[in-house]
């Protein structure tokens, strides 16, 4: 067994302990497709790229879950816990496709990289839509990577069979929360005052990010650990609340993050038109003038650095990153509220507990 993960400031060593379950996952896994041949490598790399030295956020809250629920350190943990990076690298590469983006993580994403890889060969036919249908097959192989880590972490089975319900039901709920998103950028706001924004934004937050982010993993983690279901009410408060300010945390970068830290080039959520919290109280406060602006700019795929700035102004001058900033703060108080009620429970583990109460700070920290 690797180095024990004790404390949040041991998150590089779980990080590193995830990182080896999922390069022995693809590597045991890219065996079945020996039989193709060599081939199959973009489709691999397409996957292999993505996994390799992401925050691991997700294995984390399952990792310490299971912990909290008084279960053991051991590798078979870790690579249960990778499986949720699998997940994730499932709804990166099918969320880049029907965003059109660019960059993830700093690098080409996958469908473009592939494109380039087309170019280069002169192949025939479509660049980007071959670029887009490796990409999407790559997301549906970490789909099956991840059920395949899940059965043979090595966990034993009446522990996993706990937690299969709501692995199963997680993965179901992001596809609805993925279309969530779609539907919402289609039919847009027109018509809606700033509460039903507000609402419709908050619900995309919760099915399309906060779930599979923080509360799912999580209350896996604890489920095959063996916490009784009574008790899960806490856990969930605490992810479902963290998960949101999480998720707000990222929009407000998406805008105005260094995109050395962020991964992804300045304003690229601007570009995308997304509906976000942040969008819906700029547009509630603003002046005809103010409004003008964000509308004529907001989606535009061609959106320059200047209009970016543009509609930054607009965001700061009418205290929708103010707003924001206040309700982040306002979820992550509520987070750490539901680590107290459940150490009042009796039902896991104080050192646990101790390590998701510091893990609020991380997880809603101003990264830019």
Same mark, same amino acid.
């Given at each position: 067994m690797e180095d024990p993960v004790q404390t949040p400031t041991d998150l590089d060593v779980l990080r590193r302990r995830v990182q080896q379950a999922i390069d022995g996952q693809i590597a045991g896994a890219t065996q079945s497709l020996a039989a193709i041949g060599e081939e199959t490598a973009p489709l691999v790399s397409a996957v292999s790229g993505l996994l390799t030295g992401g925050k691991g956020l997700r294995a984390g809250f399952l990792y310490w879950g299971y912990r909290a629920a008084g279960g053991a350190d051991s590798d078979a943990l870790v690579r249960l816990a990778a499986s949720m990076e699998f997940f994730q690298g499932a709804a990166l590469l099918h969320d880049d496709v029907m965003d059109r983006s660019d960059i993830r993580r700093g690098m080409p994403s996958a469908h473009r990289a592939v494109a380039s890889l087309h170019q280069q060969r002169g192949w025939a036919g479509d660049a980007d839509r071959f670029g887009e249908g490796t990409a999407i097959l790559a997301g549906d192989l970490c789909l099956t990577w991840c059920d395949e880590l899940y059965a043979t972490c090595g966990l034993p089975g009446e522990e996993l069979a706990r937690g299969r319900q709501l692995f199963d039901s997680m993965r179901t709920q992001l596809m609805g929360g993925q279309f969530l998103d779609l539907l919402e950028s289609a039919r847009g706001w027109?018509?809606?005052?700033?509460?039903?924004?507000? &609402?419709?934004? %908050? @619900?995309?937050?919760? +099915? =399309?990010? #906060? @779930?599979?982010?923080?509360?799912? *993993?999580?209350?896996? /983690?604890?489920?095959?650990?063996?916490?009784?279901? /009574?008790?899960?009410?806490?856990?969930?408060?605490?992810?479902?609340?963290?998960?949101?300010? +999480?998720?707000? %945390?990222?929009?407000?970068?998406? !805008? +105005?993050?260094? *995109?050395? #830290?962020?991964?992804?080039? &300045?304003?690229?959520?601007?570009?995308?038109? =997304?509906?976000?919290?942040?969008?819906?109280?700029?547009?509630?406060?603003?002046?005809?003038?103010?409004?003008? $602006?964000?509308?004529?700019?907001?989606?535009?795929?061609?959106?320059?650095? /200047?209009? !970016?700035?543009?509609?930054?102004? !607009?965001? !700061?001058?009418? /205290?929708? $990153?103010?707003?924001?900033?206040?309700?982040?703060?306002?979820?992550?108080?509520?987070? $750490? %509220?539901?680590?107290?009620?459940?150490?009042?429970?009796?039902?896991?583990?104080?050192?646990?507990?101790?390590?998701?109460?510091?893990?609020?700070?991380?997880?809603? &920290?101003r990264r830019s």
């Amino acid at each position: 067994m690797e180095d024990p993960v004790q404390t949040p400031t041991d998150l590089d060593v779980l990080r590193r302990r995830v990182q080896q379950a999922i390069d022995g996952q693809i590597a045991g896994a890219t065996q079945s497709l020996a039989a193709i041949g060599e081939e199959t490598a973009p489709l691999v790399s397409a996957v292999s790229g993505l996994l390799t030295g992401g925050k691991g956020l997700r294995a984390g809250f399952l990792y310490w879950g299971y912990r909290a629920a008084g279960g053991a350190d051991s590798d078979a943990l870790v690579r249960l816990a990778a499986s949720m990076e699998f997940f994730q690298g499932a709804a990166l590469l099918h969320d880049d496709v029907m965003d059109r983006s660019d960059i993830r993580r700093g690098m080409p994403s996958a469908h473009r990289a592939v494109a380039s890889l087309h170019q280069q060969r002169g192949w025939a036919g479509d660049a980007d839509r071959f670029g887009e249908g490796t990409a999407i097959l790559a997301g549906d192989l970490c789909l099956t990577w991840c059920d395949e880590l899940y059965a043979t972490c090595g966990l034993p089975g009446e522990e996993l069979a706990r937690g299969r319900q709501l692995f199963d039901s997680m993965r179901t709920q992001l596809m609805g929360g993925q279309f969530l998103d779609l539907l919402e950028s289609a039919r847009g706001w027109h018509g809606l005052g700033l509460e039903a924004r507000i &609402a419709s934004a %908050r @619900k995309v937050i919760r +099915f =399309k990010s #906060a @779930k599979y982010t923080i509360e799912h *993993p999580l209350l896996i /983690g604890a489920l095959v650990g063996g916490a009784p279901d /009574g008790s899960l009410a806490p856990l969930s408060d605490y992810g479902l609340a963290l998960g949101e300010a +999480f998720q707000l %945390r990222d929009d407000l970068l998406g !805008v +105005f993050g260094d *995109p050395e #830290a962020t991964g992804k080039p &300045a304003g690229d959520d601007l570009r995308e038109g =997304k509906r976000t919290v942040l969008v819906a109280h700029a547009l509630d406060a603003a002046s005809d003038a103010q409004r003008e $602006v964000v509308e004529s700019l907001l989606g535009r795929d061609d959106l320059e650095l /200047g209009g !970016v700035e543009s509609i930054r102004q !607009v965001l !700061v001058d009418t /205290g929708a $990153v103010e707003r924001v900033e206040s309700l982040i703060t306002v979820l992550a108080d509520e987070s $750490v %509220r539901a680590v107290d009620r459940a150490r009042a429970t009796g039902s896991y583990d104080a050192s646990a507990l101790d390590v998701l109460e510091a893990l609020v700070a991380v997880s809603t &920290a101003r990264r830019s």
